[in-house]
C-alpha cells in the first residue's frame, strides 16, 4: 500500500513580511466587485509612503470606493511560494503631474481608452508562505 503524498502547507506571515512581499515584486492583480460580480485586472504596482499605487486597465469610473489587490509568487512544480492580498480604500490618481509620472514610471496594460492609475490605502493585510510539507 503507498502513503499519500504529503500537500504542502500555508504559513501565516506578518503583515511586516506581507508588505515586504509586495515591495519586492511588480505586478499582481486588481480585485473588485462591479455590478455584483467579482472583477480580477491584471495590473502593475509600487508601494510608496506606506500606499501600492496600482496601474490597471479598469476603466476608472467602474473600480469601486474599497478594492483589494492580490500579488503572489508560486512555483508549480514545488507548489511553493508565497501570497499576499491587501485591500481598502482606493481613490483614483487624477492629478495630471502625478498621472504623467506614474505612466512613465510604472509599465502596465491597456485595454481600449482604459488605463486607470490608482491609490490603496491598505487596512487589511493577508500573507501566507507556502511550504514544502514537513516530513
Known amino acids: ?13 506578518s503583515g511586516a513580511e506581507a508588505l515586504w512581499l509586495i515591495e519586492g515584486s511588480s505586478s499582481g492583480r486588481l480585485v473588485y466587485v462591479q ?5 480580477v485586472r491584471p495590473a502593475r ?18 473600480v469601486p470606493a ?6 503572489d509568487e508560486i512555483r508549480a512544480v514545488h507548489g511553493t511560494g508565497w501570497t499576499v ?5 482606493v481613490e483614483v490618481i487624477t492629478d495630471a503631474d ?3 509620472h506614474y505612466r512613465r514610471t510604472l509599465s502596465g496594460w491597456t485595454h481600449g481608452p482604459h488605463d486607470t ?3 490603496l490605502h491598505p487596512k487589511t493585510v493577508a500573507g501566507f508562505r507556502l511550504a514544502r510539507p514537513e516530513t
Do not use: K, Q
Not at 504596482?45 to 467602474?62: C, D, K, N, Q
Not at 474599497?66 to 500579488?71: I, Q
Open 1 to 13: 500500500m503507498s502513503i499519500p503524498p504529503v500537500p504542502p502547507r500555508m504559513v501565516e506571515v
Open 35 to 39: 455590478r455584483e460580480l467579482t472583477t
Open 45 to 62: 504596482h509600487v508601494w510608496e509612503y506606506g500606499r501600492l499605487i496600482v496601474r490597471t486597465p479598469a476603466p476608472a469610473a467602474s
Open 66 to 71: 474599497t478594492a483589494a489587490y492580490h500579488v
Open 85 to 89: 492580498t491587501v485591500s481598502g480604500p
Open 98 to 100: 502625478e498621472a504623467a
Open 117 to 119: 492609475l490608482l491609490r
